[in-house]
């Protein structure tokens, strides 16, 4: 049997709108592992040693309060405690990162502040932020899927780049929003990482990925001892 136009392009349509939305969830589950190994990662290297340490120190402590020595005994103590207070704010930094509480409250360039703060605290890095949000409401997705983004962004400059400065603008043109970091690190060779296909390592793949389902557009320009930009440009209707 012969099916009618109209029938013929709604079977089309379906089968294109299928494959779009298996496109879309198969990205989303990679942001979402790309994530998970990110929480391992940070509960092994910011939180797993420290604990070990910790461990290690009480049974020191134990030994030497059976031999005696009291004063050892309580330096040691001392030093646990300060271990404690540690793992404690990096909890709490840990989650603030995977949902920033005042998000739903203060808004997205009041959260990236003291995101930027914190980062700040913990290297020699120096931050300038600029940003013209507040006239502009954007969609909670929107918000956290920006969020992650420049968080992605940040953290790959602190562990790779060796930059001193970075130079972040989150600014709102012409029903566009409009994000540009800048770093004057070591840069990298894009041409060679493209040839690999391999964006991982870099963190790239994730926030590629997070402006592709946005439906914006992502760039990155970096030269060896020059630094790097990326800009990300995300349309707002």
């Known amino acids: 049997m012969v099916l009618p ?30 994530e998970k190994r990110r929480i391992s990662r940070d509960l092994h290297d910011e939180t797993g040693q420290i604990v070990i340490a910790l461990g290690a120190s009480l049974n020191i402590i134990e030994k030497e309060l059976k031999e005696g ?82 968080q992605e962004a940040i953290y790959n400059i602190l562990k790779h780049s060796h930059a001193k400065k970075v130079d972040i603008d989150l600014i709102v043109n012409n029903r566009e929003l409009q994000v540009i970091i800048r770093d004057d690190g070591i840069g990298f060779d894009i041409e060679e990482y493209k040839s690999q296909n391999d ?16 439906g914006g557009t992502f760039s990155i320009e970096s030269i060896l001892g020059k630094g790097t930009v990326l ?7």
Do not use: C, W
């Open 5 to 34: 136009k109209g029938k013929r392009n709604n079977t089309h349509m379906n089968k294109s709108q299928e494959s779009d939305a298996r496109g879309f969830y198969k990205n989303l589950l990679l942001i979402v592992e790309e």
């Open 199 to 214: 964006l991982t390592g870099l963190g790239l793949r994730g926030i590629k990925e997070r402006v592709d389902i946005l």
């Open 231 to 237: 800009k990300i440009n995300l349309p707002l209707d």
């Open 69 to 150: 020595n009291i004063d050892r005994a309580i330096d040691l103590i001392n030093g646990s405690r300060t271990s404690i207070q540690e793992i404690a704010s990096r909890m709490k930094s840990m989650a603030f990162t995977l949902r920033p509480p005042g998000l739903d409250i203060l808004g997205l360039g009041a959260v990236l502040r003291e995101y930027f703060s914190q980062s700040t605290k913990s290297s020699s890095i120096k931050i300038e932020f600029r940003e013209n949000l507040a006239d502009t409401k954007l969609d909670k997705d929107v918000e956290i899927a920006l969020y992650r983004i420049i």
